[in-house]
Structures are given as structure tokens and as C-alpha cells.
């Protein structure tokens, strides 16, 4: 019983917050500072989602951005660290050097990506790529290729070597045994890996922000400068949010197995 | 090609991206940091000037500022996310459809934007607007400006970083504790062992290393905690809420004082290494001292 009553409390302190977000969305303006207006408001407006997508038309160009984005880092991502990953497991590379490539993917995650911004927004000043989408996803992709390649090492390393036996008697090289036998294993962990890499990608905000003043901007930028403005329009920002949110909210609960394993995966391992 | 010639071919792209997006830049920026650059007065890279700017940056009150709220937001966070972390999922431990759901629906707020985050709890916390100071009010609590006042803004970007993260230590201490091997549990229980003595005798020794490197990831990630300033405090009031990385982005990317900006993000490099050294070392001798136990 109390433990029900916990687990209730604890669910209402994390999805709260979310409600509340996508109450406001939906509550005329003038709602908002009425003393007493209640949590629930009495009319319902769609007048936020209209003054965030309407207009210029830019809110609808952000989020097709911050789509093509975390599309194109999802697949790229996995393209470069898979087989980047088989390779690790299965070469043999004197003085131990799949030791130090595994390392160099992984101290990634230990810095702080503000390190690497500054330097990175120069370069990409110099070779005249700044606010493209080429510049972002690279970053995008630069942050989640070392998950990618941990994820599958993780995998890889369970997976029996015999398996590829029979088809090496076939005469199959490293890449054929790598498409046609590995991957189709691998199937799980490369699900895990996408839906962590496009939620990364998704949510980003340095890294995206330092390189894409306009053409090549994405929600999580776009959504921070509402608040630089004295006003705040909260209704408008709500509605952003909830534009950020839901999609991630429902891609998590129709991945929820591969995500689950993606989250831990990483620290259990270590 | 020979198999091992493929499998070179094969790691290359992905060792070739990695040194020009991320190594190049790193090692850029420590370059730069040596340097004297102001990005607004010159395009290109002024003198060499030793490590000059290192301490110019260590004798600047607001990095020092900056420094001190970052190292109490880091241990704050990490100790409220590890322990509530660690009690959900003591919580929610089992298999049947309520409980996984349970845990599923309580990873939101991980794996949300951080910039959402911020914007959702400054929504919450509004002076006027916010849910909470309403239902504060209702209950005659007083009304505290949450984001407002200086010492109170710094308390509650720790507590908005905790329950943003407290799903990550949930998550991976549900899936320690599913692997300790239940006859243990049934054994001690037999033995007429209390709930609370199983807890500190056989659970937390047992997930004792997965704990340590949940507080070790947690310490590093929020040494590192930008994104939920921009839509929480913006830094305010003041230079109260100014994290490292925060004071780091404002000073290169938007005075454009880079070298300034890389000495210090270089510091806070080798406090994020620092740290994740110092918890593996850590976590090695605990776990050969519990070995020779």
C-alpha cells in the first residue's frame, strides 16, 4: 500500500511538469495571469500552435531541420560505428591498439563538448559551412558515433565467434560475414543504438546552437530564445515545448525495449 | 584485400571523423588557449602568451563563481539523483505490467531536451503563473521566488538537474538490482533476515560498483550542465546561476573572448577527467577491499 502510494507520488513529480506544459499550451492568453484561473482552463485556444507554426512559416522550417538532423545523424551514425565496431572486435592490431581506438571513442563522453565547440564553430567558419545542415550533423554525429561503437562492442563481444565459422568455410571475407551474418544478429543492439542516437541528436542544444544562426536552426535553439525577451509569451513557449516533447514522449514509449537497454547498457558495462 | 586490411578499411571513417570534429578541435582549443585572442578586435590568432590566460581566468571572481556553484550543483545533483535514483528503482523492482510501465513512464524527464526542461520548470515556478507557488499560496506556505533570489536559483537548478536525472540512476540500478540471483535474497530471508538488513548486508554491497560509476557519470554529466541554464535563469540573477560551461559559452560565443574561453574550458576538461579518475580509482579499491572480504 505505501508502496503503491510512493510509486504514484514519484510518477505524478515526474509527468506533472509535462501536463502542465501541455495544459498551457492549449490555454488562451489572458487565462494566464487571472488570479484563481484554475488548473484546468475553461476554454481551450489553438492559438499558440497557430502563432508558433503561422507567420513566417520558420517554427515549421525548424522542426523539418531538427528531422532531416536527427535522421541523417541516426543513419550516419550507424553506418560509420558499426562496422567501426566489428572491426575493434574482431581485428587483431599489434601493440594493443583496439585497446587505444576503443579508448579514444570512449573518453568522448568524459569532456565537455563546450571544449570542442569553440574551435569547432572556427572550422567550420573557415571551410564556410556554418549554418548548414552539414555542419550540425557532423557535430551531431562526431557525439554519437563513440555510443554507437561502445553499444555494439558490448554485443559483439557475447556473440560467439563460431557463428561466423561456417560461413568463413563458405569463403566469405571479413565484410561479407560482417553483412550477412553479424548485422542481421546484431539487430537489437543496432535498434538501441538508433533510437539513443536519435534522441541525442534531437535534443542537442551546444553544439547545434554554435554553429546554426538561421538556415540550419533547430528546436532546442529555437526554443531558448523565447526567454532572452523581456515578455515572456508563455503560451507560445509552451507550445514550442510541447512541439519539443511529445514526438520524443511517443517514439520512447514504441521503442521503450530497445531504449531501456540503450540507457544501461552504456554504465553496466564499464 | 585481406580480411584484416577490410576491417582497417572499416574503422577508419569512423576514427577519421571522430580526430576531425572532436580531437582537432580539442587540441585546437588548447592551442588557442595559450594564446591572445579576442575574436571581436582580430580574425586571426594574436601572440603567444604562455599560460597567462589560465591565470587570468583562475583570478576572475565570476569564473570563481562560476566554479564554486558548478562543484555544489555537480555534488548536490549526483547525491540526490543516485540515492532517489536508487530508491525507485527499489521501488519499482519486479515484472509485472504495472511496474515496467512504471519505470517506463518515469524515464521522461531524461530523456527530454534540457532546454524543454528548463522551459517546463520555469514554467512551473513562474512568480504569477506557476502551479506551484499557486498551490504554495493556497496552503498559505508563502510564495518564494524560486528562480529569483540569488542562494534560492542555485538550490533549485540542483533539485531541476536531480529529477531531470534521476531515471538515468533509476534505470541502471533496476537493471543491478534484477541481476542480483534471487536465491540469496530467499536464503537470507529464511535465515530471518529484516527488510532493512537484506538492504545494507547484501543489496548495496552487491550493486555497490554499479552505484559508484552512476555517481561518477552523474558528477561528470552535471560538471559539465549548460543547456537548462539557458531557459531556466539565463544565468541570473546576477552571475548567481552561472555554471562553468554557461560562463564558457557566454565568454567565447558571444563576447567572442576565445582564448579566455578556451584556458577555461580546458580547466573544466581536466575537472570532468579529474573527477572520472578519481571515482575509478575509487571504485578499484572497493572493489578489491570486497573481494578480500
Redesign the interface.
Known sequence: MI?RL??IL??A???G??V??MV?SVRPSDA??APGAG?IPGTITLDHYRAVFGGDGETLRFLANSVIIATATTLLALL??A??A???A???LPFRLSIV?AL??LI?R??????????????MRDLGWLDTHLAVI??H???T??FV?WLMLGFLEELPPEIEQSAMMDGC???GR?VRVVLPLSMPALGAAAVLTA?TS?????LAS?VASNDAKT??VR??S???DKGIL?GN??A??TV??LP??LF??AT?RY??RG??VG??K? | MSDRQILLLCLVPALLLLALTQFYPLAQSFYVSLHDWTLARSPVMGEFVGAQNYSRVLHDRQFTGALWFTLGLAAGSSILSVLLGFGLALLTVGENWKLRLSRTLLLLPMIIAPVAVGTVWRMMLAARIGPVNEALGALGLGTPNWLGSPGLAQVTLTVIDAWQWTPFSMIVMAAALASIPPDILAAARMDGAGRGLILRRIIVPITLPIILLVAMFRMVDALMTLDIVFTTTGGGPGFATHTLGYWIYVQGLRYFNISQAAAASWLLLALCMATAAAFLLWRRRIMSWQVRQ
Open positions: 508502496r510512493a510509486i514519484a510518477l513529480v515526474a509527468l511538469p509535462f502542465v506544459l498551457n494566464f495571469l488548473f560509420l560505428g562496422p567501426a566489428y572491426a575493434l574482431r581485428a587483431r581506438f579514444a571513442f568522448v568524459f569532456y565537455p563538448k563546450i571544449t570542442v565547440a569553440l574551435p569547432y564553430y572556427l572550422i557532423l557535430a554525429v562526431s557525439v558515433v563513440p561503437v571475407n571479413a565484410w560482417f534522441f534531437w535534443n542537442e542544444f551546444l554554435t528546436l532546442p526554443i531558448s523565447f526567454i532572452t508563455w513557449m509552451a514550442m515545448g519539443i516533447v520524443v514522449a520512447a514509449f521503450q531504449l531501456v540507457l544501461t554504465a553496466v564499464g
